[in-house]
Structure formats: C-alpha cells, structure tokens
C-alpha cells in the first residue's frame, strides 16, 4: 500500500519553534500593571512531523484565571495543520484547569502567526507569534476589547544553547 506522505508547505511554518526555549514572560495584573516570570518550553514534531506538542512548565500569575499567588504550572499544547481548511489549531491543556481549552485556529502571513479563539463569555482571543528568529520569538496573547486588542500575556523565548532545532 502506498501512502503519499508529502505534506504543503504550510505544515512546516511551526518547524521554527522546534527545540528547547528559555522563556521570560509578563502577564497583566487587574491594577494594570506587568509582573515578570520565568518558564521553559520544549517543542518536538511527533505523528510523523504531522503535529507539533509543546511541553511547558513555569511560574505565572493568571489573575482572569481567578490566581492570586503565583504558582507553578505545566503544560501540553498540540499543534496541528490542517490541509483542508488551510490553517493551524492549537490545543492546550495544563495542571490547573485540566481540561482543553477552546481551539485557536490560524496561520502565518509574512513571517507572523495569528491564532484566534472565541472564549467562554464571549471573549475574543487572539495569539500571535512574532519577531522570529532562529535564537528568539515572541508569542502574545491578548483579548479584543471595544474592538481593539489588548495584549494580556507575552512571552520572549530564546532558545537554549545547544538545544537541538529540528
């Protein structure tokens, strides 16, 4: 039996984040202010290079999430392309809510990755990759809010030295 194995080149647009990163992220407090922490996040094709699976884990503060002390947290997301409806969806689960989380869908136009979700309570969320390097990336998350996006958590990566890029 043969099996065309070959896949568009949109399913490689992720092949950048493959590797180990060091990761110094920000989130935004109710009184508006930013508190910094620090994580790690390990990323490996699996499936055949079909998906990509992230394994995070760090400190954070979540104050939407209902957190008032900082705690750690672990983290598996799954990324998979979709060749037919031509975009990516993101799935993520972790230690504190146990369940999936809805599904962001997207894709990269010009070296910059968009992921969109609608959240329970009618919520608008957007995520988006950006500044990509080889050694950084920044990744953004933020929530629409009278029309205009309000960035509430952002993370620089840089990768680990070293670590293995795919």
Request: glycine fraction near 10%.
């Amino acid at each position: 039996m043969s099996t065309d194995n070959s896949a568009p080149s949109e399913s490689q647009d992720f092949d950048f984040w493959i590797g180990t990163w060091t990761i110094r992220h920000r989130v935004l407090q109710n009184d508006g202010s930013w508190r910094d922490f620090d994580a790690r996040t390990t990323v490996v094709p699996d499936l055949d290079g079909v998906i990509l699976v992230e394994h995070w884990e760090g400190v954070c503060l979540l104050p939407w999430e209902g957190m008032v002390e900082p705690e750690v947290r672990k983290a598996l997301s799954v990324r998979a392309y979709d060749p037919v409806d031509k975009q990516w969806h993101i799935h993520w689960i972790d230690t504190r809510g146990r369940k999936f989380i809805p599904v962001f869908s997207g894709g990269f136009t010009d070296g910059r990755g968009e992921f969109f979700a609608d959240l329970p309570g009618g919520v608008r969320s957007r995520i988006v990759f950006r500044d990509i390097t080889n050694e950084s990336v920044v990744w953004e998350n933020a929530v629409e809010d009278a029309g205009e996006w309000k960035a509430i958590w952002v993370m620089e990566m840089y990768r680990e030295p070293g670590a293995d890029t795919g």
